[in-house]
């Protein structure tokens, strides 16, 4: 998978999710546009977790799993 597929599905993640936001982007230069949907992608990955679990303990392993992701990222060993 390439960085312009997974930009492609953090645009379709926001334009399903996120109306206003996939729309607000229009107004942002274009070669930022990829780069904010990602971080609205990943707001809405974010803001979801209490949706989508069914018990708080699990919530907080999957904040916990982000931010070890984040971390590994800025180490520069990003997970796969």
Same mark, same amino acid.
């Given at each position: 998978?390439? $960085?312009? +597929?997974?930009?492609? #599905?953090?645009?379709?993640?926001? %334009?399903? @999710? +996120?109306?206003? %936001?996939?729309?607000?982007? @229009?107004? &942002?230069? &274009? +070669?930022? %546009?990829?780069?904010?949907?990602?971080?609205? @992608?990943?707001?809405?990955?974010?803001? /979801?977790?209490?949706?989508?679990?069914?018990?708080?303990?699990?919530?907080?392993? #999957?904040?916990? =799993? =982000? #931010?070890?992701? $984040?971390?590994?990222?800025? @180490?520069?060993?990003? #997970? /796969?």
């Amino acid at each position: 998978m390439t $960085l312009a +597929d997974v930009f492609f #599905r953090c645009e379709q993640t926001v %334009r399903t @999710a +996120d109306e206003n %936001r996939y729309l607000a982007t @229009a107004f &942002a230069q &274009a +070669d930022a %546009r990829p780069h904010l949907f990602a971080l609205y @992608a990943f707001n809405h990955e974010i803001a /979801k977790t209490a949706e989508t679990v069914s018990q708080p303990l699990l919530g907080h392993i #999957r904040l916990q =799993w =982000w #931010r070890e992701t $984040l971390e590994g990222v800025y @180490a520069g060993t990003p #997970r /796969k």
